[in-house]
């Protein structure tokens, strides 16, 4: 029988309640396979773990983590910790130094599932964003002087190397050529960022050199939000900065029916390090505790997972399990205008696993 080791770090807030219902549905895939097996270890890690010792994660945190295949993550940030000590004491934490550089989130309309744009369908809204997760906005370069005085400075520094923006191009080229129409978009702000995001395009245009048979095309960031919302089926696959991405992925969410449903991939396409597979969704502290969570992303997000690692059976029948589930509108939680409790939605999936015809 194979086997996979798995960390499983909930984090904060409802990213307990998903990863929960997460972990249900992973060991039901693998009892319905039966080929595999997953090692599940938990960590405590988050803002509680922070307001007891002070940071968000052991110091050998990293060491700790290494000789895992995957980790499921659930989410970081609580109201009374600050934003950038969570994030960059934990998420960020294991991504850059795990050099987990292309961040994957597919965006599809799920059955059952209405888009609020009109007369949008399934057929016309089905992307895969490719984030660049290692650089660029994100990088983390800059500092501050001068503090609490009038002429405080604190500056932010993008960071584009010619490594990094290669292989986020060659990752995106190769991930659309996979895809039926073998289309990608780059987006970018060349025009008004006139150094990283030159090099950017330059980058771009070399490496679809390489890749022949792909179409591409190039969008401003700012008129990509236009295309996505009024001419959602020109797109396909799609690549942006961090910063672009980021927030371009949750435009795309909110477009599909709800953030509650979106997946992502933090992977290390070499494999020289443990990839990370987390909903999108953030801790939402508002809801935490009620019951209410829609658990659809984290499945969405164990069905990258069990890809990565393979089972790329376990993978599908995941994913149908989803939209059988989401097809039935009595499984719908509250952000998709539905009463259906976390553990009702499970349960509806765990059933929709067993089933004799899935």
């Keep these: 029988m194979r086997r996979h080791k798995i960390a499983s770090i909930p984090g904060d807030g409802i990213g307990t309640e998903v990863i929960a219902a997460g972990l249900q549905a992973l060991d039901a895939c693998a009892r319905r396979d039966g080929g595999f097996a997953l090692d599940v270890t938990a960590f405590d890690w988050g803002s509680d773990y922070y307001k007891r010792h002070g940071t968000m994660m052991p110091a050998d945190g990293l060491a700790t983590l290494r000789p895992f295949d995957a980790i499921y993550f659930g989410a970081v940030g609580a109201p009374d910790v600050p934003d950038h000590v969570t994030l960059w004491g934990l998420r960020l934490a294991i991504c850059q130094p795990f050099d987990q550089y292309a961040n994957v989130r597919p965006t599809r309309i799920l059955p059952g599932i209405s888009s609020p744009l009109a007369g949008v369908t399934a057929k016309d809204l089905d992307w895969v964003i490719v984030r660049e997760n290692s650089e660029g906005e994100y990088a983390g370069q800059g500092g501050r002087s001068h503090k609490g005085l009038p002429e405080e400075v604190a500056t932010e520094v993008s960071i584009f190397t010619r490594a990094g923006v290669a292989r986020i191009m060659r990752f995106a080229f190769a991930l659309a050529r996979t895809r039926p129409r073998k289309l990608l978009t780059v987006v970018t702000k060349s025009n008004a960022q006139r150094h990283g995001m030159v090099l950017w395009d330059e980058i771009a245009a070399e490496v679809a050199a390489e890749f022949p048979d792909v179409r591409w095309d190039k969008m401003l960031v700012d008129a990509m939000t236009i295309r996505m919302t009024l001419k959602p089926a020109s797109l396909d696959t799609i690549v942006a900065t961090n910063l672009h991405a980021d927030i371009l992925s949750d435009l795309a969410a909110a477009l599909a029916g709800s953030i509650g449903v979106a997946p ?51 993978a599908k029948r995941l994913m149908r399990a989803i939209e059988r589930v989401t097809a039935d509108k009595a499984n719908h939680t509250p952000d998709l205008g539905g009463t259906a409790t976390t553990k009702a939605v499970t349960d509806a999936l765990l059933r929709a696993i067993a089933a004799e015809n899935l």
């Design 264 to 314: 992502t991939a933090n992977l290390n396409p070499e494999r020289r390090f443990p990839s990370m597979f987390e909903p999108i969704h953030g801790s939402a502290f508002d809801i935490t505790g009620k019951g209410i969570a829609n658990p659809v992303a984290t499945f969405w997000s164990g069905a990258m997972l069990l890809e990565h690692l393979g089972e790329a059976a376990a």
